[in-house]
């Protein structure tokens, strides 16, 4: 079963941040790698989301049931 990884849009501007930050500190190959692994590990969700558990700050943004 396949499953959709939503991502906010806090945590893209982070991400984007991130980037940003590497490229400034000229971070080349291996940072540009590092983030390339980083998106990687985000979309990987969607096959086995129960390999991460839950944030501890996950209760102030969703409601389980």
Not at 23 to 29: L, R, T
Not at 32 to 38: G, N, P
Request: net charge negative; with cysteine; hydrophobic share 45%.
């Amino acid at each position: 079963m396949i499953f959709r990884v939503e991502t906010t849009p806090a945590a893209e501007r982070e991400a984007q941040a991130i980037l940003e930050w590497l490229v400034e500190k000229q971070a080349g190959e291996a940072g540009l790698r590092w983030f390339l692994a980083l998106e990687q590990a985000i979309q990987s969700l969607s096959n086995i989301p129960e390999r991460c558990s839950l944030a501890p700050e996950s209760d102030r943004v969703f409601v389980r049931s």
